[in-house]
């Protein structure tokens, strides 16, 4: 079974900077398409990036520019580095495979993890 376990979420000021991990087990991680969304209680689901098999990137209007994603296909690991974070950032993070651009839903993956919580006080 596809597991997925993200960590690294916690409590920061505005304009601080946080890395999400995710580890993934259980999949082909190399031939997978990743990425992470997120989505607080009472808020819709929004898709913030994604990286594909061959290292393409997406990223959301809300997160270009201050979010960066990258993969590690050895350790089957996915990475976000958060900087500049603004309250509005305050959310559940969850990690992503599978992930399917021609899918309008949201969250567009097949499988995520528990999710890790991000907090940024103003």
């Known amino acids: 079974a596809v597991q997925l376990e993200e960590s690294g979420g916690g409590s920061v000021q505005t304009g601080g900077s946080l890395t999400l991990s995710c580890t993934a087990s259980g999949l082909t991680f190399e031939s997978t398409n990743m990425g992470w969304f997120r989505e607080a209680p009472g808020s819709q689901c929004e898709l913030i990036s994604a990286?594909?098999?061959?290292?393409?990137?997406y990223y959301a209007a809300s997160v270009k520019g201050r979010f960066t994603i990258s993969r590690d296909n050895r350790e089957n690991m996915v990475y976000l580095e958060m900087n500049s974070l603004k309250p509005e950032d305050t959310s559940v993070y969850y990690c992503g495979s599978g992930y399917d651009d021609r899918d309008p839903s949201c969250p567009p993956f097949q499988w995520w993890g528990p999710g890790t919580p991000v907090t940024v006080s103003s």
């Open positions: 990286i594909r098999t061959d290292m393409t990137t």
